[in-house]
């Protein structure tokens, strides 16, 4: 059974500070990887998404690796903003049989004090 | 949230009473997810659908659940009768088949 784990599960910065995000997956056999950011009271916004066959993944200031062999995967956060502040959820999405299913983190809550 | 579409937000209900969750899914997007999420549990997948099709319910705790696509413009999840364990929020999502999904705002269940 696949088990996804992030790990701290809450982190305190300054701003301006570099960050990075861990999550790691039990069964290496993906299909792809997403990331994701949750504000409070609010629904899922996609941040990134690696295929399996891809290393990492940018979009502005937030890069995603992953490393299916030893599975893990990290989210940096460059120059990180009070606006960052939120929960962030890895998923992975199972390879077999064609399974859209996703099999999420419990999600590492970041603060980012001015 | 992409235009998913959660009615109500916010529901409160005594033990026992009926629930029926609502999601208007995103146009053109074939797939549609439900998901609970607990601060125990975390994001939990229920059931999901393809073309209005149920494919993998394996996520449905137990027979008080159930959930219906009549058409592509809309699904229900309906809990009868409801306990107070169930209380969560739940989430609408979908994909286009592309790989990401999009989810709505959700809706907050509270079983008293």
């Known amino acids: 059974k696949q088990e996804v784990t992030q790990i701290p599960a809450a982190l305190s910065v300054p701003e301006g500070e570099n960050l990075v995000l861990n999550c790691s997956f039990t069964?290496?056999?993906?299909?792809?990887l997403q990331w994701f950011r949750q504000d409070p009271g609010k629904g899922l916004t996609s941040l990134l998404l690696i295929q399996s066959s891809q290393r990492e993944q940018t979009s502005g200031r937030l890069n995603a690796s992953l490393d299916k062999s030893s599975g893990r995967s990290t989210l940096y956060i460059a120059a990180s903003q009070p606006g960052d502040s939120a929960t962030y959820l890895c998923?992975?999405?199972?390879?077999?049989?064609?399974?859209?299913?996703?099999?999420f983190g419990k999600g590492t809550k970041l603060t980012v004090n001015p | 949230d992409a235009g998913v579409i959660q009615s109500p937000r916010h529901e409160v209900t005594e033990m026992g009473q009926e629930v029926t969750l609502r999601c208007k899914p995103i146009?053109?997007?074939?797939?549609l997810f439900w998901y609970r999420q607990t601060m125990m549990r975390g994001l939990e997948l229920l059931i999901y659908?393809?073309?209005?099709?149920?494919?993998?319910d394996s996520g449905m705790p137990e027979d008080r659940f159930s959930a219906k696509m009549p058409n592509a413009s809309f699904s229900t999840l309906k809990i009868q009768p409801s306990e107070p364990r169930d209380s969560a929020v739940y989430f609408c999502a979908m994909s286009d088949g592309n790989n990401e999904q999009f989810f709505g705002p959700g809706t907050r269940l509270t079983v008293l």
């Open positions: 146009s053109g997007h074939d797939y």
């Open positions: 659908f393809n073309n209005n099709v149920p494919i993998d």
């Open positions: 998923a992975v999405r199972l390879s077999q049989g064609g399974s859209e299913k996703l099999v």
């Open positions: 069964d290496s056999a993906i299909y792809n």
